[in-house]
């Protein structure tokens, strides 16, 4: 019984076969192996030993000991018993089922001539190698019919023990390969979700940096569309502001270009490398983008109630976020005009309203049949976090609202 603990011991250190090391919990729970793992060729060469010890050591016993019926002829036969009972064993791995039937018949026959021995424990070996290798559990069919074996050869017999050995070494093979099984699916089953998180992770990794995407050519683009439109109708007239309108047309795009290399060099960086990100922005740099709203001719009210405190980092970039592509959207649908902005901090979360006035449109709008993802990427933020998201006509204008809880977060967010 040494091998099949020695199996089970394998078998709880073995590390599952997908490759998910990407995972940091991947590991969790499982033990670390403290022992080489043995090859297949090994593994047979373990079989091949004990076939030849469980086969010498049957002979022995069948040498030294008296058994009926006697005779050289009787003595041939037990000893073939013997062989065939334990020479299949270093293929129990490959066709298990096929070796416990042959190993049960012959430890069967070898019962029935009289003979007893360690050859016996072949069953045992060669049920636990069914058990481990299935896939589902073992029919109890599978385990019945070796253990009425066993007893039918052992009825009539004068040791009467057999009848409980044989069952005995039956189900302690069975109960170590299930158990045994058991671990291995236990060990899939982590496996498969360690991927199964992978991929999630990626997949919200990619609406990240899509949803950063979009935020920062929506805002410069909208933003160099109005101003170089400016600049188009009052280069003739106006000189001095077609100039201004072409440098802020000028900064707004640097500003969008070193944003998106940024995004691309995340990208581009390995998963181990550990760069120095610059800071994602936050409600703190709300001014910034006040002027920048403001150089593509919207003036924008700012007003902050409550209790302005620290946000979790997640929270913070997604409300700036949502800022952003609100102002923006004013920019692209409602041209010059004024809107106001209200961050209202509460106990227990905080609320981003804005309101355009619904000025008149002096540009088409670079994708005017209002078809985009800016309130889809607001929307995808705010489900993040578990908030609420409102948008729609309010009164001449539009109003955008939505409230990000900043309890329970951990900061983690895009």
Not at 104 to 111: D, E, I, K, Y
Not at 251 to 268: D, K, N, P
Not at 316 to 327: F, H, M, N, T
Request: aromatic share 4%.
């Amino acid at each position: 019984m040494i091998v099949i603990l020695l199996e089970m011991y394998a078998g709880r250190t073995m590390r599952p076969a997908t490759r998910v090391d990407t995972v940091d919990t991947v590991d969790e729970g499982l033990p670390a192996p403290f022992t080489p793992q043995l090859s297949p060729r090994q593994w047979v060469a373990v079989d091949i030993l004990l076939a030849a010890v469980l086969a010498g050591l049957s002979i022995h016993v069948i040498s030294t000991k008296e058994v009926h019926p006697a005779g050289a002829a009787w003595d041939v036969a037990r000893g073939a018993a013997v062989m065939v009972a334990c020479l299949p064993l270093p293929f129990r791995r490959r066709y298990p089922m096929q070796v416990l039937a042959v190993v049960t018949a012959a430890v069967v026959t070898m019962l029935s001539l009289g003979a007893r021995g360690p050859a016996v424990a072949s069953v045992a070996f060669a049920m636990y190698s069914v058990a481990a290798t299935s896939e589902r559990r073992t029919s109890p069919a599978v385990v019945a019919i070796p253990i009425a074996g066993l007893n039918l050869a052992a009825i009539g017999q004068p040791e009467w023990g057999w009848l409980i050995a044989g069952a005995a070494v039956v189900l302690a093979g069975w109960l170590a390969g299930e158990r045994a099984r058991s671990h291995r699916v236990y060990l899939r089953s982590l496996a498969d979700r360690a991927a199964e998180r992978v991929q999630q992770a990626a997949f919200e990794e990619r609406l990240r940096i899509a949803r950063e995407l979009h935020d920062v050519v929506a805002h410069a683009m909208s933003v160099i569309a109005v101003r170089s439109g400016v600049a188009r109708m009052v280069l003739d007239t106006q000189p001095a502001e077609a100039r201004e309108s072409l440098s802020i047309v000028e900064t707004t795009s640097r500003r969008a270009l070193q944003e998106m290399r940024h995004l691309v060099g995340v990208l581009r960086q390995p998963e181990d490398a550990g760069p120095e990100l610059a800071p994602a922005p936050g409600l703190a740099e709300l001014a910034g983008l006040v002027e920048q709203i403001g150089q593509a001719g919207v003036i924008v009210d700012v007003e902050v109630t409550g209790d302005a405190r620290r946000l979790p980092p997640g929270v913070d970039v997604s409300a700036y976020r949502i800022v952003q592509e609100a102002l923006t959207n004013v920019v692209r649908h409602a041209g010059p005009g004024t809107a106001r902005c209200w961050i209202r901090y509460h106990p227990g979360d905080v609320e981003i309203e804005v309101v355009d006035s619904g000025g008149a449109v002096s540009q088409p709008a670079p994708d005017g049949n209002g078809s985009g993802h800016g309130l889809v990427g607001m929307q995808e933020r705010v489900n993040l976090y578990r908030g609420a998201l409102s948008a729609g006509p309010f009164g001449r204008g539009f109003r955008v609202l939505a409230r990000l809880p900043t309890d329970g977060t951990d900061g983690d967010g895009p």
